[in-house]
């Protein structure tokens, strides 16, 4: 019995036309979609009216649906991946999936498409040669701090992801231990109310602190001595 594929596929960030043609034609017509939150994927298949069977696949319940999926894969199904938004396994559940299917010989193939990491670095104004990506922060003080000041020394541009409770918090320590620097605080990318600020570390915090902090954000940092 020939194995089926598992897709890895890039959904939109926030508008729903930004999908392409090959991940419509792959999710009309893959066995099932393991879906992040099926609530938010089913939105996505109805605008779309695709059909296609959704089965969660989460945090909490991937390394027990890893391996059920495999199985499946294995007896000839093609299952597609798919997160909240963007590109699954990047700060979002995949990884252990992936590495299961890799063990199993299964085919992998990755649809590519949107992604806020991205987005955010090429509209930044910062340096795009040379990034690193250091997902979110931790929500513990003690450990976020720690976090930045194994950047202090960091040349290249630094990108992190912030929810919307943590982001003052997180630009205050920047400030704190890396510096007044240039940054770009990117919110809601794509969606209706998207906001683009780009300015120093110190009038990011005076402009947020004044407009209030609603939605997801990327910040992007420039690296030491490239301003």
Do not use: W
């Not at 009309?28 to 939150?37: Q, R």
């Amino acid at each position: 019995m020939t194995c089926g594929t598992l897709y890895i596929v890039a959904t939109p960030i926030g508008n729903l036309g930004d999908i392409s043609l090959r991940a419509l034609e792959v999710l009309k017509s893959v066995d099932c979609i393991a879906a992040e939150d099926t609530r938010m994927t089913r939105k996505l298949l109805s605008h779309y009216k695709l059909s296609t069977p959704l089965v969660s696949y989460h945090d909490h319940v991937e390394h027990t649906k890893a391996q059920n999926l495999v199985e499946q894969l294995q007896e000839g199904k093609d299952i597609a991946l798919v997160s909240d938004s963007g590109m699954p396994l990047i700060c979002d559940p995949g990884y252990n999936l992936v590495q299961k299917a890799l063990a199993a010989q299964i085919e992998l193939v990755c649809i590519p498409g949107p992604s806020a990491l991205v987005n955010a670095l090429v509209l930044s104004g910062l340096a795009v040669d040379r990034f690193v990506f250091e997902g979110y922060l931790s929500r513990k003080p003690s450990k976020r701090r720690k976090e930045i000041r194994l950047l202090i020394d960091e040349k290249r541009t630094i990108i992190f992801y912030e929810s919307p409770h943590r982001l003052l918090k997180a630009l205050h320590d920047v400030l704190a231990i890396l510096g007044n620097r240039r940054i770009a605080v990117m919110r809601e990318l794509t969606k209706k109310f998207e906001e683009q600020f780009h300015g120093s570390v110190e009038e990011a915090i005076a402009h947020f602190t004044k407009t209030g902090v609603r939605g997801e954000f990327v910040v992007v940092l420039s690296g030491q001595h490239t301003d």
